[in-house]
């Protein structure tokens, strides 16, 4: 149970309260499927390539949402806000797939990996967590809308 009294922990470990001067993390609720970015709220599709899809196109077209900030492409939280691992899938062959247990968005919703990776009629947004390669080994995944903007932020050696 977690603790109403400072220091405030849960499961045994810290907790933190913190503060953000943007409005990012309040755009998407995942849990009741809304983008509350809009008056009034719009109601998204349960599924999540329509969310992923939802998100991306803020991302991409919505000049209220600060790209350097990284936002999550489920959440719109900033990195390290919600951080995101992959790992490599069983065999020789294994692609990248999601670590659940290890990331961290408060609005995780599941999705198979290569699917989404592939932009399809169904699925037409191909934004996924993707592992940078300029980062070292065992840093948190980039959605791949971010990675132009990561890149110029944290790998200016980079041309």
Known sequence: ???VHFPYCHLGKACFVCEHDGKECEVIDAAV???THYQPCIHLDKSTPCVLKHVGAHIMFDNSIDNDLEP???CLC????CSWYLHKGKGSN???QVNWKKSTCANKLKFNYNVAAAASEMSPCS???IQCKYCPD???????YNMIVHIQNHHRHVS
């Open 138 to 144: 065992g840093a948190p995944a980039v959605w791949k």
């Open 72 to 74: 999550c492409s489920l």
């Open 78 to 81: 900033p990195a390290p806000v």
């Open 1 to 3: 149970m977690p603790s």
């Open 127 to 129: 934004n996924v967590p």
């Open 33 to 35: 499927r809304m983008c």
């Open 94 to 96: 294994g692609g990248y």
